[in-house]
Structure formats: C-alpha cells, structure tokens
DNA sequence: GGTAGATGCTTTATCCACTCAAGCATCATG
DNA sequence: CATGATGCTTGAGTGGATAAAGCATCTACC
C-alpha cells in the first residue's frame, strides 16, 4: 500500500476533502518515485540532498532511526546516486552528496512528479493565495 | 520513515504549503496508528471495514496486489480484530468481517487521530467549506 | 595525558509492507 | 465435462522501519 492515509470516518466534508487530497498526492509521489526507479523513502532522502548534509541531520528530518537512513543511503550509493564523505572537523561523520547522476535523476523524479503542479494549475493566482492560507491555518501555523 | 512525500523544491508558497500539509497528515496518521499497536497500513484496512468486504475489493482500492491484502489480514485475524468468513454465493470468495475488537480499537484509532479534526478547527466555518472546494478543485473533481 | 562518557554511524536481527510468480479451489462457458 | 477465468493463498525476494549492540572518535575532566 502506497498511501498511509485510509478513509476515517471524515465527519465533515472539508475532512473527507483533505483526505482525498492527502491520499491523491502521496499515490502520485509513489508512482512518479517507481516510474524513476526509486521507492518513495529513496526520491525523499535524495530530495533532501541539494545540499551536503549528515546521517544524523537526514534521520532528524526524516523522523527515523539513524540507521534506517545508513539503509537507505547505502543502496543509493550502490548506485552511484549518493557518495558518502568523511566529515572534515568530526571524522565520526559523514557528509552525504548527491553525485551528478543523483541530481539528474531526482530533477527527473520532481519533474514527472506532476501533483502538485497540476493541482496548482486549477486554481487562479487568488485562489492559490487562498489554499496556501487555509492550509497554513489549518496547520496552526 | 513515515512520511513518503519528500521536500520537492516546491516552486511556489501554495506547493510549499501543500507539501507540508501532507507530510503532518501522514506523520499524524502513522503516529496515531503506532499508538493504538498498529501500523499504518492496518489502520487503512480497519477503516474500511466498517462493512464487510471482499479481497479483491481491498486490494482494488488500496492499489495493490491481493496477496498483500492477505498478509495484512491475516496479522490482523490473529490478533482477533478481523474475521475471514467465505463468500455467500462464491465459495472461493472471502468475507471480511471487522470483530467487536476490531471496532473498538478503530474508533479508538480514530478518536485519537486528531489531525484532521484539529485542523478543522482552525477554521472558520465559511473556511471549511473555501479549503474543502479548493482542495476539490485542486484535484480537478 | 589518560580515562569516562557522549556522539556518529554501522551491523545484526526482526517485523512489516509490498511485488511477482505459482498454485489451488471454485466458478462459468462452451 | 473440460477449459479457462477468477479469488485467494503461498513462497521467494526487496525494501523500509525499529531496537540493541558495537566500533570509532571526540570531549571533558581529573
């Protein structure tokens, strides 16, 4: 199952729209991921990775353990996505970046990953304004 | 990792905002389910049990293969939340039936993912209905 | 300066979700 | 009644996730 999401009993309609919404947009994040052949937790890390960053800054982000992402970095490395470097001031550390090939791939990956642009696209610039207040509201944000 | 949707570089404040929502919505849902002992994708199938339903029927709209479906209703039946009984007029077919367990524990899941619930409350009335028809248009339904 | 504890990451074991390929039972059709 | 389609399960394999243990390095303090 793609989609954590599942059809509680949305009470009201706006719950059942943010349930349609949340369940559209993570289906479309897994297809878009496996059309590149990533799984999503891949597309997610590599996403992350416009920058060099540490294990443990990726596993914070991310919520996991530690070595859930030493997993997930090692089978990108295996494929050259990623590279693992040596921090310079901790040699405990290790600095992830993203190879060129890695970049490619995850602008491929954002590119085919057309949700959230089409979704933007049905809405008028005031409209857009709108949905990002109410969704920050929303949010408590 | 919870979440399956990762920080595209959102071009624009409402992708940004879109994003962020979905990945609360997935953290919410996941951690909610944990609490209750369960995982995500068990939560998704409890919930749709409210009436009883055929294989088939699950795998179709969770969009995946049938024999994951078994899988998670067969961890399911051994902790007594769900029950498998065989199809009234195909014999080959299964029924499966939420148990009083099952239900409690689902209400309790769902009284406790307060996400949506809390969302809404943010808004206004007049709020809810914009965020539930933009979000519906956003979707182009 | 050396030891103790904290920190950063990896390894191993285990569980679950997921897919694919086979397989079994039953149904529906000719 | 045989043939093929359908509904589900089984088994093998991949990957995401956690927990526990371990190793290397850094930090602080005596």
Redesign the pocket.
């Known amino acids: 199952?793609?989609?954590p999401s599942g059809p509680v009993a949305a009470s009201t309609e706006a719950e059942r729209a943010m349930f349609d919404f949340v369940d559209a947009y993570d289906r479309a994040y897994e297809t878009a991921a496996v059309r590149h052949g990533l799984?999503?937790?891949?597309a997610c890390v590599l996403g992350r990775l416009a920058d060099p960053r540490?294990?443990?800054?990726l596993?914070d982000e991310?919520?996991?353990?530690?070595?859930?992402?030493?997993?997930?970095?090692?089978?990108l490395e295996t494929r050259d996505l990623v590279r693992?470097r040596t921090?310079p001031?901790?040699?405990?550390?290790?600095q992830i970046v993203r190879t060129p090939a890695g970049s490619t791939l995850y602008a491929d990956f954002e590119e085919s990953f057309a949700f959230a642009r089409s979704a933007i696209s049905q809405l008028s610039p005031a409209e857009q304004d709108q949905l990002a207040t109410l969704l920050r509201k929303a949010l408590g944000r």
Request: glycine content about 8%; aromatic content about 0%.
């Open positions: 199952m793609a989609v799984t999503a937790a891949q540490g294990m443990r800054e596993a991310l919520g996991c353990d530690a070595s859930n992402v030493t997993q997930i970095i090692a089978r693992r921090g001031h901790d040699r405990r550390s290790r």
